[in-house]
Nanobody, 115 residues
């Protein structure tokens, strides 16, 4: 069974940084596109960043220039470096990967930006 496990969430001050990691486990899983969504309380889940198997990236407008998505294909791991964090970045962050069997989601990790 394929699982995605996030780590690296927590509490950060405004202007601070956090790095999220998401590692895939399970035999035979090889993700092509991977990415991150987030969901704030009372809001719908929204796409934050995407990276394709070829390394092309795309970002939500409000995080451009502050967040960077990257991946280690050999390790089936995707990262989200978040700099210049703002209170409105507070949310549960979910990673996902698209493999042969479709999209697989992680369980989510809480990111809280507060002074």
């Amino acid at each position: 069974q394929v699982k995605l496990v996030e780590s690296g969430g927590g509490l950060a001050q405004p202007g601070g940084s956090l790095r999220l990691s998401c590692a895939a486990s399970g035999s035979g899983f090889s993700a092509n596109t991977m990415g991150w969504h987030r969901q704030a309380p009372g809001k719908e889940r929204e796409l934050v960043a995407v990276i394709t198997g070829g390394g092309n990236t795309n970002y939500k407008d409000s995080v451009k220039g502050r967040f960077t998505i990257s991946r280690d294909t050999a390790k089936n791991t995707v990262y989200l470096q978040m700099n210049s964090l703002k209170p409105e970045d507070t949310a549960v962050y979910y990673c996902w990967g698209v493999g042969a069997g479709g999209r697989v989601w992680g369980q989510g990790t809480q990111v809280t930006v507060s002074s």
